[in-house]
């Protein structure tokens, strides 16, 4: 790979001044756009003029100029010829699934997903759309390699998958995947800036922006990162799923989380700095902890391949309770007599979230995927803030532990 900096990628941006010079860009709120002469129109809509020759405007659903402006920051830090950004991570990736597959098309994707990814693939899709998909470990390439069909069209994965932590071998997936004409398409949501997967050889790369790359839990919000005739394809006026489902992100929105931006690499490496300490004590206190940032983690190698310098393993760890009663019991202990988070679900927010995923975000996954996908009954998902003081939330979850009777 090549020494590719996010932090740098996105400081090298032109910088998007304010309408009168102010330090920060203007929030363009219009939903249509006027012209000088009329036969500019339909230039604009035969897609011959638009944002990148001379900032013709269309309508909001179609490019929205402050929305452009975040999704030009999102392809920087992602690496990305160009990206745009949409209502929420689901629509992001719906509208990718939708864009690259059509009715009778295959997908294969990791057999540990967000619930609401698993849900969008295993139920909804097939009876709607005929879009059929096999779930697979994604870390055993040769399961994967069995699973293409001619019909594939889409590989999916999430890079650290949600909730188990395992690490997709994006190489070796994105080469597998352009073996058979498919597209390797990675959902980076735990791990912005961490790992760069389209540098890594992925074809898109999705992100709900609900998470860390907002880091205050206040906006519902998504991005799609590929290739700019990706992107145009997306906002087609007679096939785009961008342009014809019109999951469109308010500009209001792109604003927030544009000025989010700057500090997010210091968020990743305190998020990242926290989960190690903490990971690191709980391993050491011989409580069952998945954190990639331990050596024991089967992809540790393979992050520590991956990931680029500064930001860490990663913000979350999880916690096997053993049982779902043990699970709730900790969670509560954690929250209401220690005070070292909050039970909620969602991740990246700058104090801890705690959810045990097998009975919310990974519900929508049947009993057997949840056994297969090691989605265990008691696994409490925590995602590590950085309020307060590392030694006092130590303090904290060591005695809740011992109060649920995982540690003495
Ligand atoms: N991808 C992952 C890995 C997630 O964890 C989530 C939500 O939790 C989503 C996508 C969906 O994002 P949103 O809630 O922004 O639609």
């Known amino acids: 790979m090549s020494n590719f900096d996010p932090l740098e990628s996105l400081a090298d941006m032109r910088h998007e001044f304010g309408e009168h010079g102010g330090v920060n860009m203007s929030i363009e709120t219009s939903t249509t756009f006027t012209v000088m002469q009329a036969a500019t129109m ?11 020759q001379g900032g013709c405007y269309l309508y909001g659903r179609h490019f929205n100029p402050t929305v452009y402006v975040l999704g030009k920051q999102i392809a920087a830090l992602e690496g990305a010829e160009s990206a745009y950004c949409t209502a929420s991570g689901m629509s992001a990736i719906s509208a990718t699934i939708l864009q690259l597959c059509s009715a009778g098309d295959h997908v294969i994707a990791g057999h540990t997903l967000y619930g609401g990814t698993f849900a969008l693939l295993n139920a909804y899709l097939p009876p709607r759309t005929g879009i059929a998909t096999s779930f ?41 995947a352009r073996a058979r004409g498919a597209k390797l398409v990675v959902d980076n949501t735990f791990c912005p800036l961490i790992v760069s997967p389209l540098r890594h050889g992925a074809d898109i790369v ?30 087609d006026l007679h096939q785009g799923s961008l342009m014809l489902l019109g999951p469109t992100m308010d500009p209001i929105v792109a604003y927030d989380i544009s000025l989010r931006l700057p500090h997010l690499g210091l968020r990743m490496a305190e998020h990242s700095r926290r989960a190690l300490i903490l ?24 992050l520590s391949r991956l990931k680029n310098s500064d930001f ?57 995927a949840l056994a297969r996908g090691g989605v265990l009954p008691g696994l409490v998902r925590v995602s590590i803030g950085y309020t307060g003081s590392v030694e006092q939330r130590w303090r904290q979850l060591e005695d809740a532990l011992r109060h649920v009777g995982m540690i003495r």
Do not use: W
């Open 42 to 52: 339909p230039e604009i809509f035969q897609g011959r003029i638009g944002p990148e």
């Open 136 to 176: 697979v470990d994604i870390t055993d390439l040769a399961a994967v390699e069995r699973a293409f069909t001619p019909r594939t069209k889409v590989l999916y994965c999430e890079t650290m998958s949600n909730p188990t932590l395992r690490v997709a071998n994006v190489p070796e997936l994105a080469r597998l």
């Open 206 to 235: 999705v992100h709900s922006l609900t998470k860390f790359m907002n880091g205050a839990s206040d906006v519902i919000a998504g991005a799609i990162c590929g290739t700019t005739a990706f992107v145009q394809t997306l906002m």
């Open 279 to 302: 990971a690191t004590r709980l391993s050491e206190r011989g409580v069952p902890v998945i954190y990639p940032g331990l050596p024991a983690h089967p992809e540790h190698g393979l």
């Open 312 to 368: 860490g393993f990663g913000g979350i760890f999880c916690i096997d309770a053993g049982t779902t009663e043990r699970a709730f019991a900790l969670m509560e202990e954690l929250q209401n007599r220690d005070r070292f988070g909050y039970m909620a679900v969602s991740l990246g927010y700058f104090d801890t979230l705690m959810s045990c995923s097998a009975a919310t975000t990974s519900s929508e996954m049947p009993g057997d």
